[in-house]
């Protein structure tokens, strides 16, 4: 039973003698704590439990000021990161969009930079210079000095080669791009190599020794005049032996021949002149200085500068005699080493044209021919039958091949 129910059953008097008794006590015992505690509430100090009071509200004040600052300092500081965060995506968003694709650019070749040795304004870009040496070497065919490149981002690059000079009127561009290092050309028929063409297949008769008294050169000839009248054809003289540059300048100041091209030959480790590298030089017959490139360690790198460097009037570029004496051995020799080292050095270009050749190759003919000069073997002209058979009859030629000019 509760101490509350006991209660009720004492107001109505029903509890026992001993249960009323005891209730009783409790009674009287709690009326006297009461009692005790009013006198001590008459002594208390009610004014200092108001202080108390007073000093507990300003501290519930201070505490609540605090709390509003603190609360003002985070919403700053989420407000200030929130800002921050932004502006950083932002960045991030502009670099991926902007920078990202030159710094990827970078790791790869760029045609469209400003080439070396050239004012920026000048229009000659990386590719152009690069089309220039290479073709001269490789391509005599297909010369091209003139390379125009649209940067897409990422090492990415679509390319447009003009035919700058045509000697039919028919013209010949060619499109592609450059996709990080690889070059895809959507017509590569046109813009053949020099190892892959038909340039002086013959060769493949060629003694070391360098005589070719075993071409047929009068069924050359016969084929030659069944030729078209008017057509324009590239036709490769083979010599019967190869020449020195002096001895060959003379060659064709005597018979008044006009080489477009002339392929060179290297003496091997045994002493004896082989085709090795299969290359040549270009004379400067026409040239419209666009790539006027002067670059020290290359001396006389372009046909441009070339001809801007030697030839200072028109009575200088007459032809044959003023013409070979102003482009000395020691000019050409220079001209051919510098196009054989600047296409080394730029060896991603090489491989971007599929030339398997290692790097330091060229570097080494390079040398060869500054140690022994230059030693021609054949060269190309450019001309229609009635200007190519003449030929059979000038001695030191072994043989002619013909194709067709583009």
Known sequence: MTYKELLALYKEGRLKEDERIQVEADIEKHEAIGDYLMEQMDDYDFDSLNNINEEEKDETVEADSFAKSVNSYIRKAFIKM?????AVLLAATLFVIF???????????????TAAGTE????????SLD?????????PENYRDKVIAEEEGEGNYSIYIPQTLSITGNIADVGGYIKKNKMTLYNSNILKHYESGLIMSQLAKVRTSYTFADLDKAHAFSEISNLNNDKFYNAYITLDSAMSYDKFTDWCKKFDVC???????VRNDAGELSDEGRFGFKYPLMTFNALNVNLTEYPYLTQDYLVDSTFHSEKDYSWPDDFFNTLTADIMKQHVSSMLRYIDDNHIFLEMMENNRPKGYYKGLAEKIEEQGLYIYGFMIIGQKDTILPLKDIEHIAYVETTPVQ
């Open 131 to 139: 089309f220039a040496v290479y073709s001269e070497l490789f391509m």
């Open 259 to 265: 080489p477009e091209w002339c392929a060179i030959c």
């Open 99 to 113: 920078l990202l694709p030159k710094v990827v650019d970078s790791f790869y070749y760029n045609p469209g930079k």
């Open 82 to 86: 929130g800002l921050i965060v932004g």
């Open 120 to 127: 920026k304004d000048a229009g000659i870009n990386q590719l």
